[in-house]
């Protein structure tokens, strides 16, 4: 890829201070998590937002196409993405620059709002794909536990092709409600 992308750190000189701080956050209930994440982005306390995609997928979506394939399904029909626990977007419009019709699950309303804001800062960039051209993405507000969410995304009948989480932010026991 030929942007450049500044040398940040996942959380910062204070590590273990953060994850100090961020283990007796969310040494709550499951149920009370989506306010506390909520917490986190009003105070701004959002250390693993390092201000730009993943570079990982940026590089399997440009340089390894042969991982994902096209973001085009053979009648022609976009691929649907979802990121789940999008926080302030990136991914999600890395996926849809790159062909895909991709959706931001977030379960904090503040991180909702940032999302916004990284759109109006990105809404210059062109298509990266220009074979495909651009998909469409949408942020929808919802926990990924729970099944409201997958109506509001349009996703009852139709599902999403493509799944991406590199951050897992979840208690061991359960992880396994992912699969």
């Known amino acids: 890829m ?54 990982a997928l940026a590089d399997t979506l440009s340089d390894r196409t042969d991982i994902l394939g096209s973001p085009m399904h053979s009648l022609g029909r976009r691929k649907r993405a979802l990121v789940p626990g999008c926080g302030k977007g990136y991914d999600v419009l890395l996926l849809a620059s790159f062909g895909y019709d991709a959706f931001g699950l977030e379960v904090s309303e503040r991180a909702l709002e940032a999302c916004k804001e990284t759109v109006q800062k990105a809404s210059d960039t062109r298509p990266t794909n220009s074979e495909h051209g651009k998909g469409s993405f949408n942020f929808v507000s919802g926990d990924f536990f729970k099944d409201g969410w997958v109506e509001k995304a349009g996703a009852a009948n139709d599902g999403f092709d493509l799944i991406y989480d590199y951050t897992v932010c979840l208690e061991e026991r359960r992880r396994s409600l992912l699969a």
């Open 2 to 55: 030929t942007d450049t992308q500044p040398e940040t750190p996942l959380i910062g000189s204070n590590a273990p201070d953060a994850r100090a701080r961020l283990l007796a956050h969310f040494n709550h209930d499951y149920e009370k998590h989506p306010t506390l994440w909520d917490d986190l982005y009003k105070q701004d306390f959002i250390p693993w937002d390092k201000g730009f995609s993943n570079p």
